[in-house]
């Protein structure tokens, strides 16, 4: 599955909002349109929204006519902003644009400056695939045969642009023959594990059950869930975890229930510049998505509504992080990372 492509020039952007009903692919040359994508949850995740970072940063040095160096520095500035105001929490996005910002200062002309951008956009990409490889393969270590797993929101390709994080790891393990199982939650507000995990379920042809999110305790209790792995938008210094809305509280019931919690994340989601999670800025969305479904009313008019995209989940309640760095415990984070 591949929501980003790039070809000739175009971001062909998979609109997953569409899914699973329809796959369109947006056209996007201007990288305006890119973060009006990123915004809309045309594509999203934090892996997959670094990636099309990566290339928006790219189309956006494209449209930039600039007479001498400093002025295509002043405007690329201009350009990284804007991309990383769609989303605050995604660490994967600040990250690609540091990294794109870096090789612009390295260049000495536009026209070389334009050629190198685009160049680490498609390495941005071609790293992402890469890495989740490495985090299906480590993980399906530690997934043990006829394993059922519970996982949260949608951490597939869709959401990598790659092979995937916890559902590469829930990938990588069935592919060796292990007889797994999966226990989706339907992900509120946008129901992104009905909508798209239990979509890239079916076509992987692996077994799953979905669930609604009220529904995860209750399922805990009958001993039906083995292990939880979910993905992770951010990750602090201390181990402290942003993640889809509904972690924080798998996490808790996992705890009380005696199952393994896990987090399945690329280095590029650590932030080692944050301490805790107290200081993770959590993004907030429009009430919409939650007083309407499929843009149809679904709570009486005039009703408020809270929406916060993400929560925070203790390092304390996680059993470990699996990264293609290998799967480690939050108190190694501050030794393993030393060197980002």
């Not at 599955?1 to 796959?23: C, H, R, S, W, Y």
């Not at 890239?200 to 692996?206: C, D």
Request: glycine share 8%; net charge negative.
């Amino acid at each position: 599955m591949q929501p980003l492509i790039f070809e000739n020039n175009v971001l062909n952007i998979l609109d997953q909002t569409k899914l699973p009903g329809e796959a369109i692919y947006l056209k996007t040359t201007d990288y305006t349109d890119v973060c009006q994508a990123i915004r809309e949850l045309s594509v999203r995740g934090a892996p997959a929204i670094g990636v099309a970072a990566g290339y928006a940063i790219a189309l956006g040095a494209r449209s930039i006519n600039a007479a001498d160096m400093p002025a295509f520095l002043t405007e690329l500035e201009s350009v990284i902003t804007t991309v990383t105001s769609t989303r605050p929490t995604a660490q994967n996005l600040f990250q690609a644009a540091e990294r794109m910002k870096k090789v612009a200062l390295l260049c000495q002309t536009s026209g070389e400056a334009r050629e190198k951008l685009l160049q680490e956009a498609r390495n941005i990409h071609f790293e992402q695939i890469k890495t989740d490889l490495e985090i299906g393969r480590l993980g399906a270590a530690i997934v043990k045969d006829k394993t059922s797993i519970l996982t949260h929101c949608n951490t597939g390709s869709l959401a990598t642009a790659g092979y995937g994080t916890a559902l590469g790891v829930i990938k990588y393990a069935y592919s060796l023959g292990k007889k797994i199982s999966v226990i989706a939650t339907e992900t509120r507000p946008l129901l992104q594990g009905a909508r798209l995990t239990a979509f890239e379920l079916k076509t992987e042809g692996i077994p799953f059950v979905l669930i609604t999110d009220s529904m995860a305790g209750y399922i805990m209790s009958l001993g039906k869930v083995d292990m939880v792995i979910t993905g992770a938008d951010r990750i602090a210094l201390n181990g402290d975890t942003a993640n889809k809305i509904g972690t924080y509280t798998l996490a808790i019931l996992a705890r009380e229930h005696g199952v393994p919690f896990y987090i399945a994340a690329p280095t590029t989601t650590f932030d080692i510049k944050t301490q805790s999670g107290q200081d993770i800025v959590i993004e907030e969305r429009e009430p919409e998505e939650v007083t309407h479904f499929n843009c149809h009313p679904s709570a009486p008019q005039g009703t408020k509504a809270l929406n916060p995209a993400f929560d925070v989940t203790p390092s304390n309640l996680v059993s470990g992080y699996i990264t293609e760095k290998g799967v480690f415990k939050a108190k190694e984070i501050a030794s393993i990372f030393s060197d980002l």
